[in-house]
């Protein structure tokens, strides 16, 4: 019996799932492994240390992703459960993909990969990405489409990560050039290759309500809270990660503020916008982020806090509607002023503070835990050197253009594949509503006498 185009979507997610996490099951019982337990006092007070120093800042880590993302992308008002299960269905797929190919890239001898809570900590930045990339077209891709996008920008992220980082040798241990400003490219280009030229008009299930509003400004003030830890916990333990602490609460309690103030400035009656609140609040910890353990003034950070929530205001009020009418291009969650506008800013700011540099503070220049290969505990010095403070203020340049060229050239090919129509991306009125994957008691009441017959129908059948 044929499946009905309903039911068909649901049916392929767990296939592809179910042989994602097999496949998955087999490759650790063939490759992964532990390291063996040691009877020495000095490699177990060192694997003491390191779990010690990491996991609280993972933990922290967590609570961003898993609850604070997850509730800044339920501004949907009829979305709010695909958002949050979306959004931790591909934090964990991300991260198994990226384990897996890390390990076979960097970590891969006599046949094994040894696995610890650094190289674990390492694939959860990668699958931050993912996270990031997918607000641009949150609500009108189905799962699968979701997955899929998944699979292909992990590998691009390493691969990129590994030409900025090891190639360049770019300072950025916060993830501003690596993580912010690729994903937003990435998510960018796969919009636009997604739904190509036409011009998306504003859907009915698309505008924000009170309580959704108020959920995703939770989601915020949790992101807030935590953003520290993400910026700092891969800088060498001491003042380097002490001085990346201090200066991204910095900028973000500035953001918070310049947000309020540019928001009032900008909208009717002086009234503040949920978005903006919700947005240029974290806007200083995205551009902090790339000169978080530089020897940079506290004023420093003060700026950079206030002109990235500046710009991420701005970006929401006029930038994103500019891009929709003359590139027709779809950012459903604003990730372009959240993550590439600021992320732009703080890496100018990274050449600028390298060029600045005096040669009395060589002493203090920024070092961090190795991103890719190597062991939890080597940490990677990058001193100026012999390229010296022009050759890095030109290395930090030449990152951030690669992160954009990659990552939209590889968007634009991602996006073209999601148009296959195996994947089951869902028609324009069945959009940003959790019945098409969700059974909801009482959904068919909850439609309302607009709705459609095709909407209704779906309901009524979730229901039986």
């Given at each position: 019996?044929?499946?009905?185009?309903?039911?068909?979507?649901r049916?392929?997610?767990?296939?592809?799932?179910g042989?994602?996490?097999?496949?998955?099951?087999?490759f650790?019982?063939?490759?992964?492994?532990?390291?063996?337990?040691?009877?020495?006092?000095?490699?177990?007070?060192?694997?003491?240390?390191q779990?010690?120093s990491?996991?609280?800042?993972f933990q922290?880590?967590?609570?961003?992703?898993?609850?604070?993302?997850?509730?800044?992308?339920?501004?949907?008002?009829?979305?709010?459960?695909?958002?949050?299960?979306?959004?931790?269905?591909?934090?964990?797929?991300s991260?198994?993909?990226?384990?897996?190919?890390?390990g076979?890239?960097?970590h891969?001898?006599?046949?094994?990969i040894?696995?610890?809570?650094?190289?674990l900590?390492?694939?959860?930045?990668?699958?931050?990405?993912?996270?990031i990339?997918?607000?641009?077209?949150?609500?009108?891709?189905?799962?699968?489409?979701?997955?899929?996008?998944?699979?292909?920008?992990?590998?691009t992220?390493?691969?990129?990560?590994?030409?900025?980082?090891?190639?360049?040798?770019?300072?950025?241990?916060?993830?501003?050039?690596?993580?912010?400003?690729?994903?937003?490219?990435f998510?960018?280009?796969?919009?636009?290759a997604?739904?190509?030229?036409?011009?998306?008009p504003?859907?009915?299930?698309?505008?924000?309500?009170?309580?959704?509003?108020?959920?995703?400004?939770?989601?915020?003030?949790?992101?807030?809270?935590?953003?520290?830890?993400?910026?700092?916990?891969l800088?060498?333990?001491?003042?380097s990660?002490?001085?990346?602490?201090?200066n991204?609460?910095?900028?973000?309690?500035a953001?918070?503020?310049?947000?309020?103030?540019?928001?009032?400035?900008?909208?009717?009656?002086?009234?503040l916008s949920?978005g903006?609140?919700?947005?240029?609040?974290?806007?200083?910890?995205?551009?902090?982020?790339?000169?978080a353990?530089?020897?940079v003034?506290?004023?420093?950070?003060?700026?950079?806090?206030?002109?990235?929530?500046?710009?991420?205001?701005f970006?929401?009020?006029?930038?994103?509607?500019?891009?929709?009418?003359?590139?027709?291009?779809?950012?459903q969650?604003?990730?372009?002023?959240l993550h590439?506008?600021?992320g732009?800013?703080?890496?100018?700011?990274?050449?600028?503070?390298?060029?600045?540099?005096?040669?009395?503070?060589?002493?203090?220049?920024?070092?961090?835990l190795?991103?890719?290969g190597?062991?939890?505990?080597?940490?990677v010095?990058?001193p100026w050197?012999?390229r010296?403070?022009?050759?890095?203020?030109?290395c930090?340049?030449?990152?951030?253009?690669?992160?954009?060229g990659?990552?939209?050239?590889?968007?634009?090919?991602t996006?073209?594949?999601?148009?296959?129509?195996?994947?089951?991306?869902?028609?324009?009125?069945?959009?940003?509503?959790?019945?098409l994957?969700?059974?909801?008691?009482d959904?068919?009441?909850?439609?309302?006498?607009?709705?459609?017959?095709?909407?209704?129908?779906?309901?009524?059948?979730?229901?039986?």
């Amino acid at each position: 019996m044929a499946v009905p185009p309903s039911t068909y979507p649901r049916r392929l997610l767990p296939l592809f799932l179910g042989l994602f996490q097999s496949a998955l099951l087999l490759f650790f019982a063939l490759f992964i492994t532990y390291d063996e337990p040691s009877a020495q006092a000095e490699n177990t007070n060192l694997v003491a240390n390191q779990v010690y120093s990491i996991f609280p800042f993972f933990q922290d880590i967590q609570v961003m992703l898993v609850v604070g993302l997850g509730l800044l992308l339920t501004f949907l008002p009829r979305y709010g459960f695909s958002s949050l299960t979306h959004n931790f269905l591909l934090l964990n797929f991300s991260m198994q993909w990226a384990l897996v190919l890390q390990g076979l890239l960097h970590h891969f001898h006599h046949g094994q990969i040894h696995l610890d809570l650094h190289k674990l900590l390492i694939s959860e930045f990668a699958a931050v990405t993912v996270l990031i990339s997918v607000g641009a077209i949150l609500g009108r891709a189905s799962p699968c489409q979701l997955l899929v996008m998944a699979t292909c920008e992990i590998p691009t992220y390493l691969a990129s990560e590994w030409v900025i980082v090891t190639c360049l040798g770019v300072l950025d241990v916060g993830g501003t050039i690596t993580i912010h400003i690729f994903s937003c490219y990435f998510g960018l280009g796969v919009s636009k290759a997604l739904f190509r030229a036409t011009q998306q008009p504003l859907h009915p299930k698309e505008t924000p309500t009170p309580s959704s509003d108020f959920m995703s400004l939770v989601g915020t003030l949790i992101l807030w809270v935590f953003w520290p830890s993400f910026v700092a916990v891969l800088c060498q333990p001491g003042d380097s990660q002490h001085r990346a602490i201090l200066n991204t609460l910095l900028a973000m309690s500035a953001s918070a503020i310049t947000t309020v103030v540019a928001s009032s400035l900008l909208e009717r009656d002086s009234k503040l916008s949920p978005g903006h609140l919700q947005n240029g609040s974290l806007a200083g910890g995205v551009a902090i982020g790339v000169v978080a353990d530089m020897a940079v003034p506290p004023v420093a950070a003060l700026a950079l806090g206030s002109l990235s929530a500046v710009v991420c205001v701005f970006g929401f009020r006029f930038l994103t509607p500019l891009l929709g009418r003359k590139l027709t291009l779809l950012d459903q969650c604003g990730i372009h002023n959240l993550h590439g506008l600021p992320g732009i800013l703080g890496a100018t700011a990274s050449v600028v503070a390298v060029l600045v540099a005096s040669k009395d503070t060589t002493g203090s220049q920024p070092s961090q835990l190795s991103p890719a290969g190597g062991n939890a505990s080597e940490v990677v010095e990058r001193p100026w050197g012999s390229r010296g403070v022009g050759g890095q203020a030109l290395c930090q340049a030449a990152g951030l253009a690669v992160a954009i060229g990659a990552s939209l050239l590889a968007g634009l090919l991602t996006g073209a594949a999601l148009r296959l129509p195996c994947l089951a991306r869902p028609p324009e009125r069945l959009c940003f509503d959790d019945s098409l994957y969700f059974k909801i008691q009482d959904q068919a009441e909850s439609l309302g006498p607009d709705s459609s017959a095709e909407e209704r129908a779906l309901a009524l059948k979730e229901q039986v």
